[in-house]
């Protein structure tokens, strides 16, 4: 009787075993990484969710993405992130839709345990593990810099701005204007809010193209909105009266360096999407290693004279 009990544990550790070694093999992840993106509509983001899951594959072993769309809509992202809090997720990633309303539900999940690799655009809290982006003032400065020297000191320009409120049109816009108020001739004629959308962008151009019968540059926050302004000048028969620049600088044949290279755009200025990084560093941070506090990204002017070492006609992000 004893030999039969003996008999059975080692048949059930067994097969236990064999359950345990069957469930490794299918590749089943070790982490659940939430990966909370404020807005999918916006070419760029669909770009970094892109790289983020092509990264991801190198490591599909050890990591599982579970992405959600914010849709631009603070309210949803909070819960998005509540969402990921229940579920005790390995490590959160989050570009968030704007900074204030973020920081609470960010802090929330760092303070529960759970490590968070923040994107883009940055919060107002220190209650991150990392921060990876690249520097939106600095972008915004050069910007200021290339127009300035474009126009020889002298034009009026039409800034179309990202989403209010968010991090990166703050610094975009704050960037560019301190370079282009010590050039007392170019003056910013007309200021419109586009959210980074290029249908918005659109509607919100042709007004302007009807208030101004002299536009000599549009500078947006970027390149979707660039672009639109530029097919708005195009319906109107004027887009060869002004220079239009962008920022992004994405290589697909949808993309800002393709526009660049056709003509729409005359510049446009590189911003990294951030998502093979974060997958870098997640899997630093979960193999217990430690990280910076925070991982500034190269950018780069792209005319026409570069545009061809940054074009890739076979990428397709969306």
């Known amino acids: ?41 916006e070419p760029w983001r ?24 914010a849709q631009q809509d603070n309210s949803k992202q909070i819960a998005d992130v509540e969402n990921f809090i229940r579920k005790k997720v390995d490590l959160l990633i989050i570009s968030p839709n704007e900074a204030k309303p973020l920081s609470g539900v960010v802090s929330k999940a760092y303070r529960s345990g759970i490590p968070v690799i923040v994107l883009d655009r940055g919060l107002e809290t220190d209650d991150y593990t990392c921060f990876i982006g690249a520097d939106n003032r600095l972008i915004g400065e050069e910007a ?19 989403l209010p409120g968010s991090p990166p049109a703050i610094d975009r816009s704050e960037g560019f204007r301190s370079i282009i108020k010590n050039y007392p001739d170019i003056k910013i004629i007309h200021t419109i809010v586009a959210d980074w959308l290029r249908p918005l962008a659109i509607t919100q ?33 004027r887009e060869k009266e002004m220079f ?20 729409k755009l005359e510049a446009t200025f590189l911003y990294p999407t951030c998502g093979k990084e974060a997958i870098q560093y997640a899997i630093k941070i979960l193999k217990g290693e430690k990280v910076p506090k925070k991982i500034t990204l190269k950018t780069a002017l792209i005319t026409k004279e570069n545009a061809e070492k940054y074009y890739d006609p076979d990428v397709k992000f969306y």
């Open 244 to 263: 239009f620049i962008g920022i992004d600088g994405l290589p697909d044949p949808s993309g800002g360096v393709k526009a660049v290279i056709d003509g």
């Open 46 to 69: 669909q770009a970094m969710n892109s790289n983020a899951k092509k990264e991801a594959e190198k490591y599909k072993d050890l990591i599982k993405l579970e992405f959600t769309d």
């Open 1 to 41: 009787m004893k030999t039969l009990r003996y008999l059975f544990l080692f048949l059930f550790i067994f097969s236990i075993t064999i359950s345990c070694s069957k469930k490794s093999k299918t590749g089943e992840a070790k982490y659940l990484v939430g990966f909370s993106q404020c807005n999918n509509a």
């Open 144 to 162: 200021g810099k290339y127009i300035a020297k474009l126009l020889k000191g002298k034009g009026k320009i039409v800034e179309i701005q990202g």
């Open 205 to 237: 151009m042709e007004i302007v193209l009807r208030a101004h019968d002299k536009i000599d540059l549009v500078y947006a926050h970027n390149d979707p909105m660039a672009i639109g302004a530029y097919l708005a000048a195009k319906n109107a028969g």
